[in-house]
Structure formats: structure tokens, C-alpha cells
């Protein structure tokens, strides 16, 4: 008499049977770039198969997207105009608001998120107001609720702030609850690391930093317990959502903050990972279709609810097929 774990692994519908966690359709969320800079849909060279849309291009690839199955997007704007304020991020007419509107029209049944932050529409390229060579927090909180209010007056059914400031989930939530909005959901990046891996997306959403870094706001790569406090506060005040990001390295924060919360967790499999498997691919050194599957896979056993991925679109694709 023997234990062979491996009697469980010597067919294929042996192994369905007990596999442990399942990808699903509706797992996935897949970011948007939409941009007032452009005429046409423009490749981002460091993210082969990710393009800045238009707003009148953004919405038939998005129908697309959804008639193909893709239940979430998430939306990112590139303003035709930045200055120190961030005037864009808030106004009736920004691209974010002009996008979600058209999209709410054409496909109620898509859910529709929408990045709140200020890196986009600042001047300098930080989440928050700059003054001299710091980034104020209170102060640039009024500006994070006027623009996730104007989201949600947009027709946005889930504000995703990804600003890190302090506080900034409480301002949200009172802006939107006095402003009618009390459905609107909250998804927080609430454990949100100042990563290298972001690099990618700062050509794509044109928001890098033109001085300093963001490590006084976005979290320090070495602290899993402060990411628990994060993730407390943000519950705290009222968050509906969690969001840990950056993806694969954190695997370990996304697996504690889920036993700790049970809250609905999503995990980013940011821009960096993305183009890591698309370059090793490119080259012929890696498969990107079982990577990508296992790099999936391994999110939902670690505990991830939801997974934001520039893979949302293929996913279904090889999902349908097997
Ligand atoms: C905006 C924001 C960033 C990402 C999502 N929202 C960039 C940053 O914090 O610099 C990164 C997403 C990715 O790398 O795919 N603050």
C-alpha cells in the first residue's frame, strides 16, 4: 500500500478533476489607454499589442472585446493639455469622462473602471500636488474626489484610485456619496509598490515623473506588513475593493492580504511583466501562451478574485480553445 501523489496526475480529466484553482472569463479586467494626442490608434513600442486609442476608436474595441466576452475594462486617459492642477482629470469634457460616457451608451452591460490619479494630467508627472520638491497629501485630495466624482457622473461603475496618498479612499467615498453616487464602487490599490516594473507604462500613459521618484507615496518594495496596514486603512474607509499591484514579485503580499481580508482581491499584472514574457517570446525563448496561462493560474491560487492584465483579451482566446 503507497501514496502516489501522482495516480491523481496520470490523465487529463484526472487532472481537471481536481484541479485546485480555474481561470474564468470573467476573472479578467482589461486596461485601456485613450488619448486626446492622437488622430489614429499608436503602438506602444515597449508593450507589443497595446496601442493608445482615440476615444472614437477606443469604444468599437471595446464592443469588440466585449462581444468576445471581456466583462471589465480599465480606463486610462492621456489629456490633450497637463498643467499644475490637473484641470483634465476632472473635467466634464476630459478624455476619461467623454470615453466612459460613449461606452456606458453603446455597451450598458461592460463594466466600466476608471484609473483615478493625477500623473496624467500634471505638469510634472506626479500623482499629487507638487510643491517645490514635495508631494503634498491633503492637499491633493479634494483634486483625487472631484475627478473620481466626475468619473462616476460619467457613468463609471468602479473608481480605482491609484494615487496612494493617505486618506484619499475616505475623500472618495464622501465625494461620491454626497454627489448621489452611494453605488459607485471603490476598487483601492490599496497595496500599491513603487516598482520598476511600471516603466513600460509610463511611455504608454505618458505619465512618468519629470523629477524625483514616487517612493514618498507608492510603498517600499522590502514591506509586506505595512502592506496589511495599507489594506486595513483602506477597508476602513470603505473601500468595496482591493487591488495589489504589482503582480508576479508580490504574489506573497496578494496571498496574505487574502487571508487576512477575504475582501474581493485583484492583483495587476503590470506593464514590466507584461513585456518581460513578450520580449523572452519575441526572442523564441519562452512559450507566451503556457506562460502566460501558468503566470494567470498562479495569481488565482495566491488568491486573486480578479487579475487586471494586457493579456484580458487573449486569455479568452485560449481559454475558449483549451
Ligand atoms: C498611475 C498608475 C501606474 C500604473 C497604473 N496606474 C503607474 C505608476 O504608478 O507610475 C502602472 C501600471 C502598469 O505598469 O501596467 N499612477
Not at 25 to 39: G, N, Q, R, Y
Not at 162 to 186: C, E, P
Not at 197 to 223: H, K, L, T, V
Not at 303 to 309: C, K, N, Q, S, Y
Request: hydrophobic share 45%; with cysteine.
Amino acid at each position: 500500500m503507497k501514496n502516489r501523489p501522482r495516480r491523481l496526475r496520470s490523465s487529463a480529466p484526472l487532472r481537471d478533476l481536481v484541479r485546485e484553482s480555474t481561470l474564468h472569463a470573467k476573472d479578467f479586467i482589461l486596461p485601456l489607454f485613450v488619448s486626446e494626442k492622437i488622430t489614429a490608434k499608436t503602438p506602444v513600442a515597449s508593450m507589443p499589442g497595446v496601442f493608445q486609442f482615440t476615444v472614437e476608436e477606443l469604444v468599437p474595441h471595446a464592443l469588440e472585446a466585449a462581444e468576445a466576452g471581456i466583462r471589465s475594462v480599465l480606463l486610462f486617459g492621456i489629456p490633450g493639455e497637463k498643467n499644475e492642477t490637473a484641470a483634465q482629470a476632472y473635467a466634464e469634457k476630459g478624455v476619461i469622462q467623454r470615453t466612459v460616457r460613449a461606452l456606458k451608451k453603446e455597451a450598458p452591460g461592460l463594466i466600466v473602471l476608471t484609473d483615478v490619479c493625477l500623473c496624467e494630467y500634471m505638469s510634472h508627472g506626479h500623482c499629487g500636488v507638487l510643491a517645490s520638491d514635495r508631494i503634498l497629501n491633503d492637499e491633493s485630495l479634494p483634486l483625487l474626489a472631484k475627478t473620481a466624482l466626475s468619473h462616476a457622473a460619467a457613468g463609471a461603475d468602479i473608481v480605482a484610485p491609484s494615487d496612494m496618498m493617505d486618506g484619499r479612499v475616505a475623500a472618495i467615498r464622501s465625494a461620491l456619496d454626497d454627489g448621489g453616487f452611494q453605488n459607485t464602487v471603490i476598487m483601492s490599490y490599496a497595496a500599491k509598490f513603487c516598482s520598476a516594473f511600471y516603466g513600460p507604462f509610463r511611455e504608454a500613459a505618458e505619465s512618468a515623473p519629470a523629477i524625483g521618484d514616487r517612493r514618498s507615496y507608492q510603498m517600499d518594495a522590502a514591506n509586506g506588513r505595512e502592506a496589511l496596514r495599507e489594506v486595513e486603512q483602506d477597508i476602513r474607509e470603505a473601500a468595496d475593493m482591493i487591488l495589489v499591484k504589482p503582480g508576479l514579485p508580490y504574489l506573497d503580499i496578494l496571498w496574505r492580504v487574502k487571508e487576512r481580508f477575504q475582501m474581493p482581491t485583484a492583483v495587476y499584472n503590470v506593464s514590466g511583466e507584461y513585456a518581460m514574457i513578450k520580449a523572452a517570446a519575441a526572442n523564441g525563448w519562452l512559450n507566451e501562451r503556457e506562460t502566460v496561462l501558468e503566470t494567470m493560474t498562479a495569481f488565482k491560487r495566491a488568491g486573486a478574485d480578479l487579475i487586471v492584465t494586457y493579456w484580458a483579451r487573449e486569455m479568452l482566446d485560449w481559454l475558449r480553445a483549451g
